[in-house]
């Protein structure tokens, strides 16, 4: 009697089970866009084999690209990750990507940003970037002020100052030939701008000798790589190895700065003691800003006492900063000088701006464009000046966005989004719903991604030619829609660091642009003509490339060789 109690009740759990199961696979999800997914594996196994099937290194964002081609470039594609993780709304959409990334009624600060638990080692679990509702606000209000434009402008000197190191390293690769990867010419640049502008720091991390390098910047590097090519951030537990080793190493990185941060509380403690006569430094360094005991009312007051939390906290933003500050600038500034390198119309049309600016006698004059920016009197107009320049970053970050938000509203929320009304509509829930208004798709308790990499490549709104590279789309009347552009993200949680990224990537090709030529080599090298030895030269206007040259994960999208590239200076490079 027991026996058959017993088997009955697991008999109905299995069919309930089994049930449930099918429903969460085929039904919960059925109206939105998304491949043929199986019951056990959900879309895993379909995006492994899709890994296989291209680089295995290859950035998440080229296989959602595919995807997103394959089921016809639909608003949104949904990949079942599940069990490992909760399945991922792919958002393609810039007008569907708007309605997650702006605040609500519901939502005050948009959409909660998605859990960075796996990004912990390197930011903390303070980080502004992470923190969601008051203590996020609280803590951009604190830094807020630092990043705004009349500050920034005073930077100006001290970004220009840092470039010194960057134009030395490439005259030393023009006197070799050798071809080196520039994205770590540029991180090394970044480093030593952020440790100066941000911490007071000198970082030294151009130093040639890259054992002189600082701890710091020694240290941060060594903690970036445990996240190279980690395409789902999968749970701990998959690689518990790799997981102690980030933790590892992201103390290191802590322990480090802990102690910068004890050495300027004490600086600062001694400048308030002694009321010294000598002015604060304009404007006040971060470091100050993050041991400002941010309060939920507004109110910060320095403080006397260093409590390990607040030593913790400070930390944490300042390795926020550390990541934000160097990663997706240097980045974009190679990406930048790769594009112009095999675009020769846009080269020119850059030439000719800064000649008119600097005059055409300071091309190969790396110090009298330096000298120029960093007076007080000239650098901001020159700087606002560059319009073609900032086309050609904006147009660089529209085909390589380095990062995309990742957000989640939690379960029971109702959070709806519209579609667009060109695409086609959601299928409705059941035929006998066929002609109800469309209520929209709920996409509580869904990982939802706004994919930069295919938003900013919607020929629908940047026409056919979306994927080759042509600054001068953003020359003359606007006619993409804003929400279209979305690098820094839009809304309230957006980049709080852009304009200083837009400043500091306009110096550094302000004074690189017009002394040096750039060749890539390897992956992504210029097509020559097998006859003439001639670059061949594509109707949109770029040279022909014997590869893409594709990203991989490295915390955000960076070239997968770092664009290796050969260095000449103008004039006396080999003629294309
Ligand atoms: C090309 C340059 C940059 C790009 C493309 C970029 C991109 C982004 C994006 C997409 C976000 C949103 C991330 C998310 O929602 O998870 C973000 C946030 C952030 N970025 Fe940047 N960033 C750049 C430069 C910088 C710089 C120079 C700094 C600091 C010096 C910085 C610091 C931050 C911080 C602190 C946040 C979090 C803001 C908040 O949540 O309030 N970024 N950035």
């Given at each position: 009697m027991l026996s058959l109690l017993l088997l009955s009740t697991v008999s109905i759990a299995l069919v309930w089970l089994s049930r449930r199961i099918w429903y969460e696979r085929f039904r919960r999800y059925r109206r939105f866009p998304q491949l043929p997914t199986s019951l056990l594996w959900g879309h895993l196994k379909i995006y492994h084999e899709i890994v296989q099937r291209g680089f295995l290194d290859c950035d998440h964002d080229h296989i959602f690209a595919q995807i997103h081609e394959a089921l016809g470039r639909p608003p949104v594609v949904l990949l079942d990750y599940r069990p490992i993780c909760r399945p991922v709304l792919v958002i393609a959409s810039h007008a569907v990507a708007e309605q997650i990334s702006r605040p609500s009624r519901q939502f005050r600060f948009s959409v909660p940003k998605l859990g960075l638990g796996f990004l912990e080692p390197v930011i903390g679990h303070t980080s502004i970037l992470a923190a969601e509702g008051e203590a996020w606000k609280a803590l951009r209000r604190t830094f807020s002020p630092w990043f705004a434009g009349p500050h920034l402008q005073a930077l100006v000197p001290t970004i220009v100052e840092q470039t010194r190191g960057f134009v030395a390293q490439l005259d030393a690769l023009a006197d070799s030939g050798e071809a080196a990867p520039l994205v770590t010419l540029t991180t090394n640049l970044m480093y030593d701008i952020i440790g100066a502008a941000?911490?007071?720091?000198?970082?030294?991390?151009?130093?040639?000798?890259?054992?002189?390098?600082?701890q710091l910047v020694r240290a941060f590097n060594h903690l970036v790589h445990a996240?190279?090519?980690?395409?789902?951030?999968?749970?701990w537990f998959f690689n518990p190895v790799n997981a102690l080793r980030r933790r590892r190493r992201g103390a290191r990185v802590q322990r480090l700065l802990q102690s910068i941060v004890r050495r300027k509380h004490a600086e600062l403690q001694q400048q308030h003691e002694t009321k010294a006569p000598f002015p604060q430094p304009q404007p006040p360094s971060i470091t100050a800003l993050a041991l400002q005991p941010p309060t939920e009312d507004g109110d910060s007051s320095s403080s006397s006492t260093l409590t390990p939390a607040l030593l913790n906290q400070a930390c944490d933003q300042l390795r926020t900063f550390l990541l934000g500050g160097h990663d997706s600038p240097s980045a974009t500034v190679a990406w930048a000088l790769y594009e112009l390198s095999r675009t020769p119309r846009a080269q020119s049309a850059l030439q000719a701006e800064l000649d008119a600016l600097f005059g055409a006698g300071t091309r190969a004059d790396a110090g009298a464009v330096q000298a120029a920016l960093a007076r007080a009197a000239t650098g901001p107009d020159l700087l606002r000046r560059m319009v073609y320049l900032d086309a050609v970053l904006k147009e660089t970050l529209r085909l390589q966005p380095p990062a995309s938000t990742a957000r989640c509203a939690p379960r029971g929320s109702g959070l709806v989004v519209r579609l667009p009304c060109d695409h086609p509509q959601p299928r409705p829930e059941s035929p006998e719903h066929e002609h109800e208004h469309d209520p929209g798709l709920c996409l509580d308790d869904l990982i939802l991604y706004n994919c930069n990499a295919i938003i900013h490549r919607d020929p629908a709104v940047?026409?056919?030619?979306?994927?080759v590279f042509r600054p001068?789309?953003?020359?003359?009347?606007?006619?993409?829609?804003?929400?279209?552009?979305?690098p820094y993200e839009r809304g309230p949680r957006a980049c709080i660091g852009q304009e200083f990224a837009r400043i500091a990537m306009r110096v550094i090709l302000a004074v690189v642009v017009r002394r040096y030529a750039f060749t890539k080599v390897g992956v992504g090298a210029v097509v020559r003509d097998a006859a003439t030895g001639r670059p061949v030269m594509r109707p949109d206007g770029q040279f022909e490339v014997e590869a893409m040259v594709y990203t991989t994960r490295q915390i955000t999208a960076r070239p997968v060789d770092g664009l290796m590239m050969t260095v000449s200076r103008r004039g006396g490079e080999p003629e294309l």
């Open positions: 941000l911490l007071d720091e000198d970082l030294h991390a151009q130093h040639r000798d890259p054992r002189h390098q600082s996240y190279w090519d980690d395409k789902i951030h999968l749970p940047f026409g056919p030619d979306a994927h001068e789309r953003w020359l003359g009347p606007a006619t993409i829609p804003p929400s279209a552009w979305r």
